[in-house]
């Protein structure tokens, strides 16, 4: 086992000069001090109410360009669907990347990228369709390779199990139910955010845990096609997302 590893809480902690810093131990089982920052909440919520709003009119009846007034109005009544399926989708898919990178003693944290979430606010308001780009888990402490690739299948892994009880649950209840319609569209995002950042190419999770554990990606590749598959007999995509 290599030696502890220090890691810093935020950018705004590391210290300039001095040799004493707060750091916390992962796997080796020294007491870990807290595992955020006021800064990564700040960033979380920003992102996923930004995220939230421009979803909702997306799943309404689409953007303020193209039905006024009334896409507002639907937008509110989609709000509880987007605001949940970024949650489910987005945010645990972030924070599993985060707490198993903290358990190898790595700091990471949440930061949005503003401009991102800003053409994702403007085109989901104006023209009811969302492109988004809101912000990733920043790691740093010289992650090892099977580390980078446990890391990086914890985002998709979260987002098939997810998907896999939406899913079960959306077949039972029906698009005829709210909370169905709900739960199949939780389904949608999880299964969909899954599937992509499982692609190996790029920045992507696919390529880092290809890299690593060929055998661990065909098995979350293989699991997201099943789910998606099933999906796709009775999707559910309200309003005017595509």
């Known amino acids: 086992m290599e030696g502890r590893r220090r890691v810093y809480y935020s950018f705004h902690d590391i ?4 040799d004493s810093t707060p750091y916390y131990y992962g796997y080796d089982g020294m007491p870990q001090q807290s595992v955020t920052s006021r800064t990564e909440i700040i960033h979380l919520t920003i992102a996923m109410l930004t995220l939230s709003v421009a979803f909702s009119f997306a799943l309404g009846s689409g953007g303020f360009l193209t039905n006024g007034f009334y896409s507002i109005v639907s937008a509110v009544y989609a709000f509880p669907i987007a605001l949940f399926s970024i949650l489910t ?4 898919h972030e924070l599993s990347h985060k707490f198993v990178a903290q358990h190898y003693g790595l700091w990471a944290e949440f930061r949005m990228y503003p401009g991102g979430l800003f053409f994702a606010l403007i085109f989901g308001m104006l023209f009811g369709f969302v492109f988004a780009a809101p912000g990733a888990v920043t790691i740093q402490g010289g992650a090892r390779k099977f580390e980078m690739g446990r890391i990086a299948a914890a985002g998709p892994l979260a987002n098939i199990i997810v998907a896999t009880f939406s899913l079960i649950g959306y077949l039972y209840l029906g698009v005829d139910s709210y909370i169905g319609q709900i739960l199949g569209f939780v389904c949608f995002i999880n299964i969909f955010l899954g599937f992509f950042n499982l692609l190996p190419f790029g920045p992507l ?14 098995a979350l590749i293989a699991a997201a096609v099943v789910i998606l598959t099933i999906y796709s007999n009775r999707m559910f995509i309200p309003g005017g997302l595509f």
């Open 89 to 92: 989708g987005f945010f645990f």
């Open 205 to 218: 999770d696919g390529k880092k845990i290809i890299t690593w554990n060929a055998i661990v990606w065909g």
């Open 15 to 18: 210290p300039l000069g001095e």
